[in-house]
């Protein structure tokens, strides 16, 4: 196969997402991985993306993509062009001083794939020089060992920059994703595709949690959880009107067609709490609805939620 970008990218957390994008654009990119667990599995058998039937549970197909390294140590690693951030949020501070051994003021280009709020602008602070992107991915995903990711629903990419400031640099990485089989656009103004992307976040990762562990379709099937879920997309759509992001009823649909073909999908957030990991409560709930007040937004239904999940979690 042609490599059509032979740039160096490393994958700083080879979860669910960052091995399912990771493994994609290893086809067309040097890709090596900063990995704090599971290394040798991903060096010995690089990234395996199995792509599943959502109703049958059947393997569609397994994609396979080999590493140019998988490594323990930050400082071991080259200054790359890329580097795709895919932990969540909840570790963020902890990667400041590894990112610091690989990244390069004013050359490398940090694509940061996290959920929630505020995560650009988080590392912007400690990298100013350099610029930033966030993808949001619409997509359903799931590890289920150390290598291997399967994929439930294709789903698509939104990738802008930061303050829409650098659009050139998120155009030549939605060229990548393009490539890899990836359907990615190109988000001019990244924070209306930030509040869209909230508005299935917000709801699906929430009740999922505080309704006791359920998966999404049992959302879409209760009638009254259903109106809850939309009341939430309400107020995240409220607020981003206020911030002048017009979000359509079309779209709001959409995030009820979309889930119920998942089936019986877990949320990343719900996977997390099952395990006992830490839940991104900040990002994905406490940002949106600090930032919705602060512009004036009435959002009843969302800080009713946040009060639930920080019970829960903290």
Known sequence: MIKLD?????????????LYYGGRIAKFARLGVLARSGAEVLEADGIRIKMIDPITGKTLQVLHASLEYVIVKAESIASPDYVIIATKSTV??????????????????????????GNAEFFSKYFPRNPIL???CFVCV?????????????????????????????????????????????????????WRKLCWNVPFNGLCITQGGITTDKIIENAPLARR????????????????????????????????????????????YLAGKPVELESIWGKPLRTGQALGAKMPELNKLYDQLKDLLE
């Open 92 to 117: 963020n501070e902890e990667l400041i001083k590894p990112l610091r051994s690989i990244i390069k003021p004013g050359h490398t280009t940090i694509l940061c794939l996290q959920n929630g709020m």
């Open 142 to 194: 799931n590890r289920v060992e150390p290598a291997v990711v399967e994929n439930y629903h294709t789903g698509r990419v939104e990738i802008g920059s930061l303050g829409d400031l650098w659009p050139e640099h998120a155009q030549a990485v939605v060229k990548v994703f393009n490539d890899s089989g990836i359907s990615t656009e190109h988000a001019e103004i990244l924070n209306t595709a930030l």
């Open 134 to 136: 966030l993808g949001l």
């Open 229 to 272: 879920a939309r009341a939430l997309m309400e107020e995240v759509r409220e607020a981003a009107a206020i911030a002048g992001h017009v979000i359509p009823d079309t779209f709001l649909d959409d995030q009820f067609s979309l889930t119920e073909k998942m089936r019986a999908y877990k949320p990343s957030s719900l996977i997390d």
């Open 6 to 18: 032979l740039k160096h990218w490393v994958l700083v957390g080879p979860g669910a997402v960052g």
